[in-house]
């Protein structure tokens, strides 16, 4: 069973910044770790759960809201997956969530919509003054 753990949330003033990260373990088939897509969703009270990144050893998507400040990066021998907030706003206030698949793919150009099969508990990011 696929297990994911998210760590780094808190709270920051605008204009400040965090770094998640993402623990993934457990995956059963014999594929080297760096196959599989590890996803960024953020969801905040009343709202739909939104997507924010994406992340492969072969692509790489941001949602628009995050581009130029945030950046997904991966440490493959960790299995770290990191998620650096820079210029942090108050409407980045959320729970983040990682996410990865039951099978090695790509993020792909639908990755903001697509199914992923493992969530994370979430990490809260609350932006404020």
């Known amino acids: 069973q696929v297990q994911l753990v998210e760590s780094g949330g808190g709270l920051v003033q605008p204009g400040g910044s965090l770094r998640l990260s993402c623990a993934a373990s457990?995956?059963?088939?014999?594929?080297?770790?760096?196959?599989?897509?590890i996803g960024w969703f953020r969801q905040a009270p009343g709202k739909e759960r939104e997507a924010v990144s994406c992340?492969?050893?072969?692509?790489?998507y941001y949602a628009d809201s995050v581009k130029g400040r945030f950046a997904i990066s991966r440490d493959y021998v960790k299995n770290l997956v990191y998620l650096q907030m820079n210029g942090l706003k108050p409407e980045d206030t959320a729970t983040y969530y990682c996410?990865?698949?039951?099978?090695?793919?790509?993020?792909?150009?639908?990755?903001?919509?697509?199914?992923?099969?493992?969530w994370g508990q979430g990490t809260q990011v609350t932006v404020s003054s």
């Open positions: 992340i492969t050893s072969i692509d790489t």
């Open positions: 996410s990865t698949d039951l099978i090695p793919q790509l993020c792909g150009s639908t990755w903001s919509s697509r199914r992923y099969d493992f």
């Open positions: 457990g995956y059963t088939m014999n594929y080297s770790l760096d196959s599989w897509a």
